[in-house]
């Protein structure tokens, strides 16, 4: 069967395939990753009925699986200087409560591993990481691991780097903290985007694109949009 490398991990290859004449994925582990093979297996057979964003299991090997392709129309990388936007923001957000409310943490929860389909649906489709809180679930979804991070005593499995958290994933692509995307109006939360956008992102792209020759204008703009727009 012809099918075209995607990506390749630390623990995994992602093939793309042809399943029963539709676009479909294949996610290969290497040997030494079962853990994590098992809980992408198990989440699409527990969770995708009750999660639209969980995408549901085709197929399943020895060490492999198959799931359905979702062409991704936002596209978003965290190297580039747009913003997440706040639409999504907001079903990234009520997805996390949903799984809190179910007991369960992604750990890995960051803007490279979720896109959004043709039908404008969210689509998290790396699960290798998701695990339950078991007896530890904090009371309050803005204490829950994937906010602020699991505790350090925790046995459980972290990406490379550490589990992820609100603020070290997702504020610096967001320009807001989980508490203010779940109360702000909506003109603050503008405002608030703007503010970090030109002062953060911005600089940040600034720095990214000019030429070298520029290092020293680049350094004067970044630091005169840091001061101008800084949040006071
Ligand atoms: N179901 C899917 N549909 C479309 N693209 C996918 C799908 N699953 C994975 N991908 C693509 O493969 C890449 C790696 O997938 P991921 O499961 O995050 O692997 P890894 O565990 O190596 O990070 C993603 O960034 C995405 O571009
Ligand atoms: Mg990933």
Known sequence: MHADLLSSGARADIHMVECKGNRAVRKTFRVGYERHFDREVQARITMAEKFPEIPPLLEVHQRSFVTPYYEDILKFSRGESRLVPIWCVIRVLDFLERLYDEGFALIDAHPENFL???????????LEFLQPYEDSKPDDFLNSWDLVGPPADWLGD?????????????QPYVGLSAEQCMSLPGWKMRYYRMLHWTSSSLPRAIDRHLPPWGIQAKHKVGKLMRTLFRKR
Request: negative net charge; aromatic residues 16%.
């Open 158 to 170: 972290e990406p490379a780097g550490g589990a992820t958290t609100w603020a070290t994933h997702w």
């Open 116 to 126: 959004v389909n043709r039908e404008g649906g969210l689509i998290f489709y790396d």
